[in-house]
T-cell receptor
Framework: EAEVAQSPRYKITEKSQAVAFWCDPI?????LYWYRQILGQGPELLVQ????????DSQLPKDRFSAERLKGVDSTLKIQPAELGDSAMYLC????????????FGPGTRLTVL | EDQVTQSPEALRLQEGESSSLNCSYT??????LFWYRQDPGKGPEFLFT???AGEEKEKERLKATLTKKESFLHITAPKPEDSATYLC?????????????FGTGTRLTVIP
């Protein structure tokens, strides 16, 4: 069964360091999302891609966060510099093109900033 | 602004004790309402999508229903393996870009 892949699964870093997360969506899924989920809350959208283009990054803290999907397949989310408040689960999801159907989520990357 | 409120925040059930989880929503034009299950430390797992009031969907011990203001996730004769956090999310025509707006979830514990 096709799945969304994410790595690493866990990341511990110190404040002010740079971190990067990788996501490989389900094959053929043109739409890719990055979410942040703080413990005890629901996921919140950070950025949405359609192929290699950003569709919505209105909630992405652009002073420290960046995201790219250069070839329209896998994607990288970067934080530089990391802050204590960035500790959370970072989830990647993908969806078929031109579909209003469900998004499929990866296992997430648990980030701890010390 | 889209709003999703889930209740209760936490629910403890004895094995076999049926109950319901609630998701109340306020959106400008509902495109779809989604239910996900999330186990600790894992990503959400898709359960159901509901598109219009009166719609119902079932999967094993779970049944989701939708009205114009809320959705219910009914759990019949739950088992310990049903223990998880259940997330509700809405997609509205106004928000655009097909984004999902999530509630904070209901944490379900089923005791053997």
């Amino acid at each position: 069964e096709a799945e969304v892949a994410q790595s690493p699964r866990y990341k511990i870093t110190e404040k002010s360091q740079a971190v990067a997360f990788w996501c490989d969506p389900i094959s053929g899924h043109a739409t890719l999302y990055w979410y942040r989920q703080i413990l005890g809350q629901g996921p919140e959208l950070l950025v949405q891609f359609q192929d290699e283009s950003v569709v919505d990054d209105s909630q992405l803290p652009k002073d420290r966060f960046s995201a790219e999907r250069l070839k329209g397949v896998d994607s990288t989310l970067k934080i530089q510099p990391a802050e204590l408040g960035d500790s959370a689960m970072y989830l990647c999801a993908s969806r078929e093109r031109d579909s209003y159907n469900e998004q499929f989520f990866g296992p997430g990357t648990r980030l701890t900033v010390l | 602004e889209d709003q999703v409120t889930q209740s209760p925040e936490a629910l403890r059930l004895q094995e076999g004790e049926s109950s319901s989880l609630n998701c109340s929503y306020t959106v400008s034009g509902l495109r779809g309402l989604f239910w996900y299950r999330q186990d600790p430390g894992k990503g959400p797992e898709f359960l159901f999508t509901l598109y219009s009031a009166g719609e119902e969907k079932e999967k094993e011990r779970l049944k989701a229903t939708l009205t114009k203001k809320e959705s219910f996730l009914h759990i019949t004769a739950p088992k310990p393996e049903d223990s998880a956090t259940y997330l509700c999310a809405v997609q509205s025509y106004q928000t655009g870009a097909n984004n999902l707006f999530f509630g904070t979830g209901t944490r379900l514990t089923v005791i053997p």
